[in-house]
């Protein structure tokens, strides 16, 4: 049988884990044995996850990714039995709008950048260290098929995550030698809060993303994430691109006049 690694060694870094993905996956992480630091921006929702899963296997933190000080000084503060980080699923980011870049807030492109860029960097930039210390790890980064192919109302969204898939690919050459694998999870199609998000609350206009049509959940992302990393540590999976089976890439788009 194919040896995976054991979960209960896992000490698992969460960014935006209060809903989505990162909330799926602390569930995932600690449903295997695994010990999960659970950070986000509510922490009401920190506390109910906190609850659910456990303190002993649950360490929460308040924490917005756009606050470089804030990082260093949780990473600084986390306890003993949770200390020893070997993932660090750098997950927080968002999307904001959907008009035409002529028309778009710069305040939302200001606070994707400052999310999912800045605030990826951030985390992953100041966990590094301490994994290549204790001699390996691994880092997860959530990038999005928008990184590849663009739609439009996306620019500034898909353009973090273009930043994302090479950021993960160059720290990955950085680290040769180090023992610290690096995956970009790529997703299309999901049903979480992100289109709520994206459309300022509007919930009728987040159904109607989804309407019709049958997407991928958090949990299905939660599950190849934990998968990549339960790998054998000779086993570097660069990304893991996933849509749903009732979407796919659409035809170019061309403008022609009415």
Not at 83 to 99: C, F, Q
Not at 181 to 200: K, N, Q, W
Not at 202 to 231: C, H, R
Request: charged content about 20%.
């Amino acid at each position: 049988m194919y040896q995976l690694l054991d979960a209960s060694r896992f000490i698992v870094f969460i960014t935006g884990a209060t809903s989505g993905f990162g909330q799926a996956a602390a569930r995932r992480y600690v449903a295997a044995g695994a010990k999960v630091i659970a950070t986000g921006r509510r922490m009401d929702r920190l506390i109910d996850l906190q609850i659910e899963l456990g303190a002993e296997k649950c360490h929460i933190i308040e924490l917005d990714v756009r606050d470089r000080a804030a990082i260093e000084a949780a990473i600084a503060d986390i306890p003993g039995p949770f200390k020893n980080i070997n993932i660090v699923l750098a997950n927080a980011g968002l999307a904001l709008g959907l008009g035409p870049a002529h028309e778009a807030s710069l305040d939302d492109w200001q606070t994707m950048i400052d999310t999912n860029i800045s605030g990826l960097v951030y985390t992953v930039r100041l966990l590094l260290p301490g994994l290549v210390e204790r001699g390996g790890g691994h880092v997860v980064t959530l990038g999005s098929v928008a990184g590849e192919f663009t739609y439009p109302g996306a620019s500034v969204y898909a353009a973090s995550k273009a930043f994302v898939k090479h950021f993960a690919l160059a720290i990955r050459s950085d680290l040769q030698g180090k023992n610290v694998r690096v995956t970009d999870i790529e997703p299309g199609l999901t049903e979480t809060e992100f289109s709520v998000v994206r459309f300022a609350g509007d919930q009728n206009k987040a159904d109607n993303v989804y309407k019709g049509t049958k997407p991928m959940t958090a949990e299905d992302i939660a599950e190849s994430i934990f998968w990549a990393t339960s790998l054998p540590e000779h086993v570097n999976v660069n990304k893991i691109q996933l849509m749903a089976t009732t979407q796919a890439i659409g035809a170019f788009d061309i403008y022609r006049e009415k």
